[in-house]
DNA sequence: GATGAATGAGGATTCATTCAT
DNA sequence: AATGAATGAATCCTCATTCAT
C-alpha cells in the first residue's frame, strides 16, 4: 500500500557508514539503558535521527542490531589492549595485564557486559557467531601465556591451560555478579592483583629450588610494599610495573 | 486458537498443597521445556490440570512461580548433599565433593541451571531473595572448607576464601556454557577431577615444604600480616600478601 | 509484560457461540465491504464489540477467520438448498434448478463470491480444507444429475459429467464477472433459463435434422418467440414450473 | 536487510526500450516466482541491473509494471495465434483450435494465467484497460466462429455466442484451477478434444432420431407455456428457448 | 474455591515510493 | 538520466493477568 502521507517528505542524505555509526550508538545508548528487551526501535531510531525503517536498511533485526553493538564494542576493546598486551613480559604480569583490562571493562561498561553474558553468551547461535570468535580470541591469550610459562619451566606443567582460562575468566565474572546487579563496586586493580597471585602462586612450579628468581622477587616487593603500607608510607597497590 | 473444547475441565477440590505441587510441577517441566520467556502460564495450566486463574491463587505472577520451582529445586539439591557431604573428610575430598555435585547437578538438570544463571541471578531482586540465601549457603561451604584448610595448615592462609568460591564455581560454569547451550557434553567426575587438583594444589601450603626461599616468603607475608592486623589502619580485608 | 491498564477493567462475559456468532457477524460485514486485505481486525473487533485478543481466542489469524465465515456462509446455502433440490424432478428442472440458486447466491453475496473465488480458492491449501469439501458437494449435485440422466437414457452418455459441470460453474463465473466486479447487473432467472438450456439441449439425446418431431417444436418455439416479440409484454423470469 | 555491497551497481546508458524491455523481464520472472504481493520492486530491479528509481521512471507504480507484463504476454500469444488461427476451417476446427490454444497458454505459463485471473481481471479498472480489449479480441474469436457457423446453418440458431464464449472459456477455467494451484497435472490437446467435442455437439443442428419423448414433452411444455403466456395469461420473458 | 472468557496495551517489521544528489 | 538512501504509515498478533460467574 502506498504511503498516504500528506506532508513533503523530509530525505536527509548521509553517506551509509555514518547513519550505521549514528544508528549503533543510539543502540548502544539504548540498550545500555534499557536493556535489550525493554529497548525499542523506536527509541533508537529517534536518537539516531532517523527513521525506523532506515534501521531495517542495515540491519536485519532488533537482535542483529544488539549482536553489531557489543561486537563493536568488543573489537574496539581488543584494538585498545593488542598493542598494551605485546608488551608485556612474564606470566604474572601477562596474566595480571589480561585479569586486569577484563575487570575494567567490566567496570567501565557494567550493561554491555551483561548483554554479552546474559542475552548473547546462552543463544543457541553464539557458537558460530563472529562474537565467538571475537571473544575466543580475547580469551586465548590467557591460554597462552600459561602454555608459554609451561612451556618455559616457569608453570606447573600438569595445569590444563585451557582449564586456567575458566578459571580465571569464571572467577572474574563471579565476583563482578553483584556489581553487574547494580550493588556496590569494586576496585579492578585490587581485584585484578588478587585474582592473578591466586592463581599465579597455584600455578607456579612449587617454590622448587629452581623456581624462576622473578616470582618469588615479586612477592617479596609485593610483602614489602605491604608493609610499607602499613607503616603508612604510601599507598602502592601495583609494586608491578604494571600499566593501567 | 481454536475454540476449546466442549469438554468442561473438572473441578476438582484438592488440597492447597497437592495443588501447588502438581502446579509447580507443571511448571517445572514447561520452563525446562521452553525457558521462561516461552513458557505459557496456559500450557502450565493445562498440565497442572487447572486452569490459570488458580495458578494466580497461589502465585503472585509468573516470575513467581519461576522463582519457587527453582527454589524447589535447589531446597532438594541442599538437602540431597548435606548429609554426604558431612561424611566427607579432608580439604582435598570436600573440595572434590561441592565440584562433583555441582558439576552433577548442571550434568542432570541443564535447563533449570541455565534459568538460576540466566533469569534469577542477574535480576535486581536477587540479591535478598530467599534463592540468594540458598545459594549463599550452598556455595559457602567451600568458604568453611578453606577457612578449615587454613586453620588446620592445610591450606596457605593467605588465600581469601570467598575468592577461592569464586574461583571454582566461576570456573565450572565458565566451562559448562557450552554445555547449557546444548553443544556436546562433559564427565563430571572427570572435570571435578581436574578442577579439584588444580585448585587444591595451588592452595595447598608451599608444595614443596624444603624450599629454603619459599618459608621465608611465607614468614616475611605471615608477619607483614601480623604488623597490619596489629596496627589496624585499613579494612583489611585481606590480610595476606595481596595487595588491595 | 503486564498490562499497565490503569482503568479497572470491564468484563462482559458471553456465551461463546455467541462471541463467535457476534465475531463472525462483525467480521462478514467488514470483509464484505472492505475485502480481505483492507479489512482491519481492528474494525472487526470494535463492531463486535470485543477486543481484538477476544478474536483470537477463537480464530487462529485472520486468514482462519475468513475461512470460517465463508464456510458459514457456504453451510447455510447448502442446507437451504438441500431439501428444495431433493424435491425437484427431472433433469432439465435439476440443472436449473441448480444453475440458478447459484446464480442468486452470486447476485445476493457477490462480496463473499469474490472472496471464495479470488482469496480462498486459489490458495494452496484450497484443496484439504473443508471450503473444498463442501463446494465438492455442492457441485457434485450436478455430477449426479448428469449421471443419472445419462443412466435414464435422456441424457448423451459421452459426456463426461465432471466435465459438464466444469462447463456449468465455469460458464456462470465467467458470465458474473462483470458484475463481481461492480459492473452493472443481471438477472439471475434469465440467465439461468439460458445457461439451463443451452447446456441441457446439447445434452440431449435425439433430434436429429430429420427428427420430425424436432422440427415441430422448433417450429412451435420459433412461433412462440415471434408472438412474444410482437405482443413485448414484460419481463417474465420463468417460464417453467420451476420453484424459486 | 544486511548493508549493501560496497561494489557500486554501473551507471549503464541504455536505450530507454532496452530498459524498459529489461525491467519487464525481470519483472515478469518475478512475478512468475513470487506472484504479486510478494514480488518485491527491489529484487525485480537487482535483476534488471538497475535501481528502484529507474522504474518508477517507466512505470508509474508496481501495478502498472503487473500490467505491462501481463499485456506483453498476452500481445505476444495473440501474434503467435493469429495467422495459424486464419488457416483453421470448420467450427470444430476452429473451435478445437481456440480450446487448445488457450488450454496451451495456460499449461504453459500457469503463473502468468492466475495474475490474469486472480490479480488483473478482478479488479475494478480492468474493464476499460487496454487488457480487457486483448481479451476481449482473444475471446471474441470464439464468438465469431459461432455467429459464422449459425449463419452457414451449422450450428443452432437460438445459441447465444456470446454464451458460448463464457461456457467455453469458463469451462477451460475451472477445468485448470488445480493444474494452476500446482495440483497434477493436465493434457491440453486431451481436454481440448473433450470440451470442443462437448460444446461442438451441443451446438450443432439436429442430433439423434431416438429422442426419449421425456424431454421432447418437456420442451413441447415449455413453449406451450409460453405461448400461453404471450397470449397475456402470465408474463413471459423468453421468447425463444434462449432468451436475448 | 474454582473457572476460563475477556482484557488491552504493545512493538517489531515491511516495502512501495520519493527525491536529493 | 540514473542513483539508492531514506521515508513512514500501517497492522497483526501475543499472553500475563483479571474478575464476573
Redesign the interface.
Known amino acids: 500500500m502506498?504511503p498516504r502521507s500528506a506532508a513533503k517528505r523530509q530525505v536527509n542524505r548521509l553517506p551509509?557508514e555514518r547513519r550505521?555509526s549514528d544508528i549503533m550508538a543510539a543502540a548502544k545508548e539504548v540498550f545500555v539503558e534499557k536493556g535489550y528487551n525493554d529497548a525499542l526501535i523506536t527509541d533508537i531510531a529517534l536518537r539516531a535521527g532517523v527513521v525506523e525503517g532506515s534501521i531495517?536498511?542495515?540491519?536485519?533485526n532488533k537482535r542483529e542490531l544488539l549482536v553489531k553493538v557489543v561486537e563493536h564494542w568488543f573489537e574496539e576493546m581488543l584494538r585498545d589492549d593488542a598493542e598494551q598486551f605485546a608488551a608485556v613480559r612474564g606470566s604474572w604480569n601477562q596474566i595480571r595485564f589480561i585479569v586486569y583490562t577484563h575487570l575494567t571493562s567490566i567496570h567501565r561498561d557494567p550493561a554491555l557486559s551483561?548483554l554479552m553474558?546474559?542475552e548473547i553468551?546462552?543463544?543457541?547461535d553464539?557458537?558460530g557467531s563472529h562474537l565467538f570468535e571475537l571473544n575466543r580470541a580475547y580469551t586465548h591469550r590467557l591460554v597462552d601465556v600459561v602454555k608459554a610459562g609451561i612451556a618455559a619451566g616457569e608453570l606447573?606443567p600438569?595445569?590444563?591451560p585451557s582449564?586456567?582460562?575458566?578459571?580465571v575468566?569464571?572467577?572474574?565474572?563471579?565476583?563482578t555478579?553483584?556489581f553487574?546487579?547494580?550493588?556496590g563496586n569494586f576496585?579492578p586493580a585490587?581485584m585484578a592483583?588478587?585474582?592473578t597471585?591466586?592463581?599465579h602462586?597455584?600455578?607456579m612450579l612449587?617454590?622448587?629450588?629452581n623456581?624462576p628468581m622473578e616470582s618469588?622477587i615479586t612477592?617479596?616487593e609485593?610483602?614489602?610494599?605491604?608493609?610499607e603500607a602499613?607503616t603508612?608510607i604510601a599507598s602502592?597497590?601495583?609494586?608491578s610495573s604494571f600499566p593501567r
Open positions: 502506498p551509509p550505521i531495517y536498511r542495515f540491519f536485519a551483561r553474558f546474559q553468551r546462552p543463544a543457541p553464539y557458537r606447573r600438569e595445569a590444563s582449564l586456567v582460562r575458566d578459571l575468566f569464571g572467577c572474574i565474572e563471579h565476583r555478579w553483584a553487574l546487579r547494580g550493588e576496585d585490587e592483583d588478587a585474582i597471585n591466586l592463581v602462586h597455584g600455578l612449587g617454590s622448587e629450588p623456581s618469588v612477592r617479596l609485593a610483602a614489602a610494599a605491604r608493609l602499613t603508612g602502592a597497590k601495583t609494586p
